[in-house]
């Protein structure tokens, strides 16, 4: 169990110093402040030192000295997280965050092989600008991927928008290299698609949030560029409908069909009233709207007359009250600068509480009648706006309630759970899940306990044990016990 009771004294402090370079350790509060403190400002806790390695071996160093006094680690990228995974505990004790930032070199392209291994601390859309100048494509794409590194990336399993096509962080892997709780380091960096050679270990780490171990390197699927794009904007008259029209496309596209997001009329609206700089694509009072993307590799010149004819046919069915085919490439990203803007506008609007959950594509609207239904009856004060990576079910539930209702609360947090508890409480009836791409981290160890199996619980902890006998692996975080 790591210690909470002492500060690291300062031959400590010189002796991972030694390792890192004096540029490689911070310590004093003001350079501390950035670190401890996630990008959302919900989590924020205290730390003895921040460790900037530059390579595998010194993480690898810095870790067996740590592991020498059991002195807890939390692994940090980007500290772009949802969930307080990469930042210290605000009761938390002796500790120190290992961030990875300076790692961050392109190992190694191989375009016949259609693979690139980089450090954990490639920020994505470096990595993104990395395939695309050799001719090739990453599709992870967040809205934080200016800032987000590709360790953290795989540590929290990101999803994003183009998980319909590609699939979620875990699909694009292809080998590891992982420093162990006692400082070993694992070269699992295989670029192989088969490898059928027992346990697959790197799915051990890839959503395990830091807790059993920190990436230091990852091999990486890449994939043929698109060159052909064809995005539109449409206006739907209910959830339902909006699904019936994924089948549609889905059953005209298929592996064309790379993203297909739904933005309910209310979140249009607060983007529109809190975001300068867009404008209503589509003026009406739909329901809902659809941003649907289809993308090639080869160009046809074709795209654009397809999505055409099936939003007309789609019109003609009932399924779409309105469309608007992006007229080009910056018209196109007026539509997903819509879409990328939704975090902002829900903090301008007030206490956002956003709910990542995800039940089978088929019951969305079954479940977000449901839980509107029940938060506007037992919280009246919330303002609810939905927005959905549709194709893959995964639904922010958002609950915005006025700030100046929020700070006459005698305990928010409570409250805050009251209203978390009923969301997820509505997604597990319908075969969901709490969670779908934000992660655990320490916001939602309760949950986890909640929702789990004793039996799910049980083999995650004796894995924790079995590869971090100590705790030292950024304690606290995902299960409740280090």
Known sequence: MPSDKTRLSASLLSRLQD?????G?????????GFTTDWRRNFSGPTDAVLLPRNTEQVAALVRMCAEINLPIIPQGGNTGQSGACVPQSDQGNNVILNLSRMNRIRAVDRANQSVTVDAGVVLQTLQECARSNGLFFPLSLGAEGTCQIGGNLSTNA?????LRYGNARDMVLGLEVVLPNGEVWDGLRTLRKDNTGYDLK???LGAEGTLGIITGASLKLFAQPVEKAVAWAAVPSLQLATDLLSRFRGDFESRLSAFEYVSREQLDLVLMHVPGHTDPLPDNSAGYLLIELSDSIATGTLDALIQQTLVQAMEAGQVNNALVAASHAHALSFWNI???VSEANRSHGVSLNHDVAVPTSVVPAF???ATSKINKTFPKAH???VAHLGDGNVHFLAIFPKSFWNTLDDSKAYARQVRQLVYDTANEFQGTFSAEHGIGQSLTAELSRYKSNIELGLMRQIKAAIDPSGIMNPYKVLTQP
């Not at 390792?19 to 540029?23: A, K, Q, S, T």
């Not at 310590?27 to 402040?33: D, F, G, H, Q, V």
């Not at 999803?159 to 998980?163: I, K, L, R, Y």
Request: aromatic letters at 4%; hydrophobic letters at 45%; zero cysteines.
């Open 19 to 23: 390792i890192v370079g004096r540029d």
């Open 25 to 33: 350790l911070l310590s004093n509060t003001a350079e501390l402040e």
């Open 159 to 163: 999803g994003g928008t183009a998980v």
């Open 203 to 205: 799915a051990l780490f």
């Open 339 to 341: 879409r990328h803007s």
């Open 368 to 370: 977000v009648e449901s």
């Open 384 to 386: 609810v706006v939905t």
